[in-house]
């Protein structure tokens, strides 16, 4: 099993910057891919970004240029910079994280934007 804990969550205005943390417990050897996911009300869960225990990443169109995702394998913890935020990126924030072919979810942390 692998626990996940996020935080860093919060409301900050338009054009502010947010850095999530999710740190990796229990059986943390050979996890795969990380990521963040998000979920505004109403809508479905969407990918975010994610990163290989390589440090191969990808990211949605919508955030490309404004978040940064990053790993630190010595500490099991992947972390979001989200800069430039918009009232639309509003939105719970899930840590995902891959073993074994198994997906394990943290429990959300929530960000909000003004406008």
């Known amino acids: 099993q692998v626990q996940l804990v996020e935080s860093g969550g919060g409301l900050v205005q338009a054009g502010g910057s947010l850095r999530l943390s999710c740190a990796a417990s229990?059986?943390?050897?050979?996890?795969?891919?990380m990521g963040w996911y998000r979920q505004a009300p109403g809508k479905q869960r969407e990918l975010v970004a994610d990163?290989?225990?390589?440090?191969?990443?990808k990211y949605a169109d919508v955030v490309k240029g404004r978040f940064t995702i990053s790993r630190d394998g010595a500490k099991n913890t992947v972390y979001l910079q989200m800069n430039s935020l918009k009232p639309e990126d509003t939105a719970v924030y899930y840590c995902?994280?891959?073993?074994?072919?198994?997906?394990?979810w943290g429990q959300g942390t929530q960000v909000t934007v003004s406008s």
């Open positions: 995902k994280a891959e073993r074994f072919s198994l997906d394990y």
């Open positions: 229990g059986s943390v050897s050979s996890m795969n891919v």
């Open positions: 990163i290989t225990r390589s440090g191969s990443s």
